[in-house]
Each structure stands twice: as C-alpha cells, then as structure tokens.
C-alpha cells in the first residue's frame, strides 16, 4: 500500500471509529508497518490540519476529533507545482502566507516519490513577483477582513497626500497585476477603492463594520471572478 492510500485508509480508520482511541500498536498491526512508521504518519496527518487526538490510559490512543475533516489528498507532481507556482506568482495577494502553509502540509502527505517529482518539476518554473507589502500591513488587512471590523489606514494616494482614515473592508481586488483594499471609507462618506502597496500602516480595530455589502461595489471588471471560480 502506497503511503498517501495508507494515510486516507488510516484518517477513514479513525473516522469511523469515533471517540474510541486506536492503539499506536494496534494501528501498525492493521496496516502492517511498524509503531514508528504509524507515528509518523499520525503526525502528517496532523500536519496536515487533521485533527488529530491522543490520550494516554485505557480506552486511550490515537483518534479523531468529531466533526468535518478532509482526509489527505493525492496529487500529481505537475497539479503540486501549479499551486506552489501560482502562491508564488502572487506573493502580494492576500493570505499568501496562508495559502503557502497549506500548500507545504499537502506537500507533507504526498508519498515521498511524489514529493521529489514535484520538488524537481518546481526547479524549472521560475516566477520574477513583485516584493510585497509589509507582514504587519498585511496581516491587520486579512484580519479586519476575515473578522469584518474597521480597519484605520495610514494612506498616501497617487498625488502625494496622506491621510489617517477608518475603513469598513468589503473585498479584496486585484487588477492589472496590483492588489486594492476595497472598503467604505468613513472620512468621506463612500465606497472607495485602496491601492494595497500604498498603505504606509493598518490597524485593525475592535468595530465592527456596518454592513456594507459588495454590491455597493458596483459592476466588477468584464474578467474579474471571485477566486472560488473554477474559470468557467
């Protein structure tokens, strides 16, 4: 059994067996390998983002935690490269860094011929991205997104001036190769569209926002999609 088929047959395993534990021991017997070898594995699925348990004592081991979780994925080395490349390409895009953790945790549980395929493959694809915003900016922008809050800006616009204003974020827009925080910015009263690389500081605040909603956005690009699209 390959090692990606043992690690789905082993989170299918644990799955089914609920809140009840599995052995480290008893595991290795069903799969034939060593303890050592289910240790490891436990913990790539752990890497993984499974959410894996374990507990010593009597109706104690290895199991996991109720509720949805998807079991490991099997890639190709060219599907592999083609997210690493596309991370890459747009290190500036919002919760970049994420996406890359993610990325290396499928890495993690792809079976290790694979894996090196994929690492080979990855050597011949070059990208020449544009250096991003600074970590703290970044970071109050994603959050004040994901949590919904007011986010206070230090901006500097095209003509020079700076401003301190408070914006209600309402999504994220990329457009010629440069990103924008589009929001609803209280210091003028409208909606307003933010060039991310321009924003000297963020703060995310502890308001929340009012409501607004991407339909006061208006009419996207002819091209543009949410990144949820499958580019049909």
């Known amino acids: 059994m390959k090692r990606t088929e043992r690690l789905h047959a082993l989170s299918e395993m644990l799955r089914r067996n609920g809140s009840r534990g599995f052995s480290a021991e008893r595991l290795a017997r069903e799969f034939g390998v060593s303890v050592r070898t289910v240790k490891r594995d436990l913990a790539a699925l752990e890497n993984s983002g499974a959410p894996v348990w374990s507990r010593p004592g009597p109706g104690g081991g290895y199991g996991l935690a109720m509720g949805a979780s998807l079991p490991p994925v099997s890639l190709s080395p060219a599907q592999a490269v083609a997210l690493m490349a596309a991370v890459s ?44 915003s600074s970590r703290a900016t970044r970071s109050a922008l ?37 990103w ?53």
Not at 156 to 170: I, K, L, N, Q
Not at 194 to 217: D, L, P, Y
Not at 219 to 232: D, K, L, Q, Y
């Open 89 to 132: 390409a747009a290190s500036d895009a919002p919760y970049a860094d994420l996406a890359a953790a993610g990325i290396h945790k499928i890495l993690d549980v792809l079976d290790p011929r694979t894996r090196a395929r994929a690492h080979e493959l990855a050597g011949r694809v070059w990208v020449d991205a544009l250096p991003p």
């Open 142 to 178: 994603e959050e004040a997104m994901a949590e919904q809050r007011v986010i206070r800006l230090r901006y500097t616009a095209r003509d020079g001036t700076t401003t301190t204003r408070d914006v209600e974020p309402v999504l994220f827009a990329s457009r010629n190769g440069q």
């Open 180 to 232: 924008y925080l589009v929001g609803w910015c209280r210091l003028r009263d409208a909606m307003r569209w933010f060039t991310v690389s321009r924003i000297e500081r963020a703060t995310a605040t502890r308001t929340a926002c009012g409501g607004h909603t991407i339909h006061e956005v208006g009419e996207p690009p002819a091209n543009a999609r949410p990144v949820h699209g499958r580019g049909e």
